[in-house]
Nanobody
Framework: QVQLVESGGGLVQPGGSLRLSCAAS????????MGWYRQAPGKQRELVAT???????NYADSVKGRFTISGDNAKNTVYLQMNSLKPEDAATYYC??????????????WGQGTQVTVSS
């Protein structure tokens, strides 16, 4: 069984920084990609950033230049460094991973979400 465990959310003032972490655990063959999505109240879940096992990254336009996604393949962990946070960044942030299990089939997995609040 595959699990994604997130950490690092919290309350921060506008202009501040937070770092989110997400670790994948369980029995699987490989992780093809990991990423972060967010969902604010009353809004649809949206992509924030993704990174492939090869290190290719993709960002939403709204976070480019402020957020940085990185990964540690050895630890099966993805990080999201969030700088210059704005009130509109407040949301529940969800970790996502596209994981190839032992049967070689690949599935999308989600973490439980971590809350990010940006307020003075």
């Amino acid at each position: 069984q595959v699990q994604l465990v997130e950490s690092g959310g919290g309350l921060v003032q506008p202009g501040g920084s937070l770092r989110l972490s997400c670790a994948a655990s369980g029995s699987f063959f490989s992780i093809d990609a990991m990423g972060w999505y967010r969902q604010a109240p009353g809004k649809q879940r949206e992509l924030v950033a993704t990174i492939t096992s090869g290190g290719n990254t993709n960002y939403a336009d709204s976070v480019k230049g402020r957020f940085t996604i990185s990964g540690d393949n050895a630890k099966n962990t993805v990080y999201l460094q969030m700088n210059s946070l704005k009130p509109e960044d407040a949301a529940t942030y969800y970790c996502n991973a596209y994981i190839r299990v032992m049967t070689m089939n690949a599935f999308n997995y989600w973490g439980q979400g971590t809350q990010v609040t940006v307020s003075s």
